[in-house]
């Protein structure tokens, strides 16, 4: 199922002009390896949430090679973005790639399981999600107690692509929609999903 | 053409449930008089936005009898939001609405040429632009002097139906492409569209 219209992401894509080099570079390694990054058009609109928070800590759930959160840092005016990350090599690629571009000051990278090394952190004022679909609403369960008031809770693939509307019953798609489920009816945040690429959930923590 | 999926935007206003009667009125009205409204979905997209740039002062371009201008004003923690609309039958709609739920103390009503009356205003913090499409980039020009530092500019309908990804030629299409060529070629402005309905441009002055 096309989420967006192929040619209107064709049109954004388009307008989205891009010059910097570790970004484009990101962008090559991931198609050539069929490695899942968020893509420009979310990047882009998690760069403009992150100047409209103005955040002092970023926590990222899954960070892969680094794409979400180089765009999340390029957005920082003080303060970090903490990758975390399983795969060390995954890691020590972002690392690299944050280092050549001037920005590893702002980020700190753990190896290891997200949600735990998560749990190490106070004030997060921006939470992003991304890792295996069936954990996000044990994710933003665990770590409800560890956000900032008026967070930001960003994740991925919350249309899972489209599955969400449909029968299938496997883990994934029910580990969305009972996280989509529970971020909608809460009473801590406001929750929005904007339909880009795989569906990102924005919810503002109200309390 | 379907900008999102059918069964997508299905799924997600089944998640955006709604309790407030007034919203819900106006809603009711904009279908049975197929007045044209942002929507549910882009009304809680444009109330995470205002609660995370938390404005003193909105300015919208076309407020129609009121519905932006009422997600708008929910989201208002102070400030106020001005609505302007050249059909005062409309404007007298949003007037009672905004009475009977208690926002009125939040909202200013002015009947007349929307760009005229916002040249009146300084430091806005948000302009919401949804006049005559071929308007559109007259509007930002006119109004940039008037935004504030890290102001937002929200505009609806810039995918036009699709259009803009189509080879039609018409004022308004050709409006609203050169609209988004401009912004997103701005040095002003850091700027994403949002396929949410007919399409919500939201920019960032980065100056």
Chains 1, 2 share one sequence.
Do not use: C
């Not at 939470?127 to 008026?150: C, G, M, W």
Request: no cysteine; glycine share 6%.
């Amino acid at each position: 199922m096309n989420i967006t219209h192929p040619k209107i992401e064709k049109y954004l894509m388009g307008l989205s002009t891009e010059d910097d080099r570790h970004i484009l570079e990101m962008e090559r390694i991931a198609k050539a390896n069929d490695f899942p990054i968020v893509d420009r058009l979310v990047g882009r609109l998690l760069f403009v949430l992150t100047k409209l928070r103005s955040p002092n800590l970023i926590v990222e759930l899954g960070s892969g090679f680094g794409y979400s959160a180089y765009w999340f840092s390029k957005a920082l005016e003080r303060g970090k973005v903490v990758l975390t990350e399983y795969d060390k090599e995954n890691l020590d690629y972002a690392k690299r790639t944050f280092r050549e571009s001037g920005l590893i000051r702002k980020a700190e990278f753990r190896v290891g399981n997200a949600i735990e090394m998560a749990r190490g952190y106070r004030n997060i004022d921006i939470l992003f999600i991304d890792i295996d679909k069936h954990q996000y609403l044990e994710a933003v369960k665990t770590l409800l107690p560890h956000l900032s008031r008026n967070a930001l809770v960003i994740a991925d693939n919350t249309l899972w692509y489209g599955r969400v509307a449909g029968r299938k019953k496997d883990r994934d798609t029910m580990g969305i929609k009972s996280f989509n489920d529970f971020m909608f009816a809460s009473e801590d945040f406001f929750t929005t999903i904007v339909p880009l690429r795989d569906g990102v959930l924005v919810a503002y923590k109200v309390s």
